[in-house]
Every structure is written in structure tokens, then in C-alpha cells.
């Protein structure tokens, strides 16, 4: 079984600003320990005639030609924002 920890399921819930109680984190820790030994197991498939893919898929992106057209006009666009200064948007702070 896959040695993984409380301290670690609560250094992940901490990095990802969750907050659990004793009785999930232990549930945590143990799920993630069965996720780990499964990957385990599927590492012990041989695969070396399985080309790597990205995809299942066989997809390709679709991309449009890149040209160059005149902007809207900067005034006026402007004029329907709640706020603008020097020419930008203005927005709330969102970092504190």
C-alpha cells in the first residue's frame, strides 16, 4: 500500500485552502493511498508498443489566419465602462 500520510493530505488540503475535519482528512488519506497503489499497478503494464499520445483522439487544432483589422475606437469604447483612467480600464484591486 502507497505510504501517504494525514500530514500530507493536510499540506495538500492547506495548498489548496481546504479546510477538513479529523474523520476527512483520515478518509482522505486513506482514498489517496488506494489512487496511488492503483497507479501503481497500471505502471506495471507493459507498454512499450503503445505510442505516446496526447489525445485519445486523433484531433488537431483548428486555427484561424491571423489578420490584421482596424480596432474599435478607444473613446468610445471606453465611454461604456464604469470606470476608465489614462486611456485603460479601470478595475477593482483584487490582490491584497
Known sequence: MAVITTDDVKHVANLARLEFNNEETQQFTDQ?????????????LDTTDVPPTS??????????????KPS?????????????????????????
Do not use: M
Open 32 to 44: 489517496l493511498a488506494r489512487i496511488l497503489d492503483y497507479v501503481g499497478t497500471l505502471n506495471e
Open 55 to 68: 489525445h485519445v483522439l486523433n484531433i488537431r487544432n483548428v486555427i484561424k489566419e491571423d489578420v490584421a
Open 72 to 96: 474599435y475606437n478607444r473613446e468610445l469604447v471606453l465611454s461604456t465602462a464604469p470606470a476608465a483612467e489614462e486611456g485603460h480600464f479601470e478595475v477593482p484591486k483584487v490582490i491584497e
